[in-house]
């Protein structure tokens, strides 16, 4: 498994792609992104994120993801101009939706539970955001008007900003952490992890990716 990770970080041209899938072409460019003390980027976000949806097709709990453009777009646009994101989904039939959002310099995640009613927003650094869950709110209610035909009450809603964390203790892998956060919380699981496993998580994401296979 290491000698694959190597392979991939250093093994040849940094435009070769890797592997493409979900309509994503990862190159080694994009993978050396998970090398120690980088930022990741949109490209393996994305595939990381899809992996998690595909793996929810054979096991519950039922997922459907956005892609890192979903939330700036839905901030400049609001629900109408999104209206095409979900012609193929119900997303009322999932039982989670996450989302992950970038702030510039920071990734974080947003993970939108319709089993329980509840939007929560996970931040590495503790930081706030009842905008975005604010704003995911309001587009949860008016896409239930757009495909239930009925107004639903944006007080059905609990808003929650996520203290209780494994937090990030430096600048750089905020990426690792929402990607992390994400993959427990598809699984139902408890955050047992720290900053101190990142390294680890980062070589493991490289293998997953290639191999298109979640560990």
Request: glycine share 6%; proline share 4%.
């Amino acid at each position: 498994m290491m000698g694959e990770v190597d392979r991939a970080f250093g093994g040849g041209p940094l435009m070769e792609t890797l592997i493409d899938h979900f309509n994503i072409a990862i190159t080694r460019k994009d993978i050396q992104t998970l090398r120690d003390l980088t930022w990741l980027i949109d490209e393996v976000i994305n595939f990381y994120f899809n992996m998690l949806m595909e793996r929810s097709k054979k096991c519950a709990p039922s997922i459907h993801i956005f892609n890192t453009f979903f939330y700036p777009r839905l901030l400049k646009v609001g629900h109408q101009g999104l209206a095409r994101w979900t012609r193929k989904v119900d997303l009322f039939a999932m039982d989670l939706i996450m989302i992950p959002i970038h702030l510039g310099m920071h990734w974080c995640l947003a993970v939108i539970d319709n089993r329980s009613n509840t939007i929560t927003y996970y931040d590495s650094l503790l930081g706030d955001n009842h905008q975005c869950t604010a704003s995911l709110r309001d587009y949860m209610c008016a896409e239930h008007l757009a495909k239930k035909k009925q107004p639903m009450d944006p007080g059905s809603w609990k808003l929650i900003i996520e203290k209780k964390l494994p937090e990030q203790m430096n600048g750089c892998d905020c990426g690792v952490f929402a990607c992390k956060y994400a993959e427990y919380i598809s699984q139902d699981r408890p955050f047992d992890f720290s900053q101190s496993d990142m390294p680890y998580f980062r070589r493991r994401m490289v293998w997953e990716i290639v191999n298109k296979t979640l560990l």
